[in-house]
């Protein structure tokens, strides 16, 4: 007897994400698949904060119900449907953003996913699709950086700023990490920062302190409020204020391709 398939899915939202969703087994469709398809097997699926306020509807883009939870994740190719190219039974893929990641098989159009190298951890994959792309477009869209350029951001030990640290060292690009409590700043420094601050009204002050009077391009902000403003009067003249934003689908190739940088 076959396993069944199933997925976490809800039909309405409220303000306690656990009584609002629940696993269901659903049927697949019979084979064979239609022109263009891939059945997935899903490996890992995270839980992002975004997902947990997508179900209590306090998320800026709600899907509609019923859904199925989960943003991001990867997946092993099961199946082909006959008209598709290049990509085999047992690739293992991302799977492409907020198509309800929280299931254990998916029928996804091909061309949406993107195949990743033999060998790769399907846990840490599978946290890709989100959160690195953010850093990796924050340090691209805004300014053109060249390397010995310096950043700043705020929220430093979020997601987001792990992967900047680690994004911006491999271009060269210098980081100012600020932080809202002293007990993150280990951590930010484990994840390979050099420059951790913790935020005050006299931040301008402590900057010029720890890295002397560098020009900072960039200033990167997550949190809003009297630290947007601290971040800002950091920014040398001419230099540009960025808010975070989830536009990762144009870096999800580039992201890809550092898995195969020996």
Known sequence: MSTPHKRAQYSQRGPVPQDVISAVEFELPPLPL?????RVAVLAAPIN???????????????????VG???????????????????????????VGCGTWTTHL????????????????????????????????LRDFVDLQPGDWVIQNAANS???????????????????????????????????EHVIVDAEDLPKRVREKVGDVAIKLGIDCVGGVSTENLARCLAEGGTPGELRRDE??????????????
């Open 34 to 38: 239609p022109a263009g398809t891939a």
């Open 49 to 67: 904060p975004s997902d947990v306020l997508t179900l209590t509807g306090e998320y800026g883009l709600l899907p509609p119900l019923p859904a």
């Open 70 to 96: 989960g943003n991001e994740g990867v997946g092993r190719v099961l199946e082909v449907s006959g008209d598709v190219a290049g990509l085999a039974p047992g690739t293992m893929v991302l799977l492409p």
């Open 107 to 138: 029928d996804l159009p091909a061309k949406a996913l993107v195949p990743l190298p033999d060998g790769v951890d399907p846990v840490q994959v599978s946290m890709l699709t989100v959160n690195p792309p953010t850093a990796l477009l924050m």
């Open 159 to 193: 997601a987001v700023g792990g992967y900047l640290v680690q994004l911006a060292k491999l271009r060269g690009i210098n980081t100012i990490n600020v932080v809202r409590r002293a007990s993150a700043i280990e951590a930010v420094q484990a994840a390979g920062a």
């Open 249 to 262: 689908r144009r870096a999800l190739h580039d992201l890809a391709a550092l898995f195969r940088v020996p």
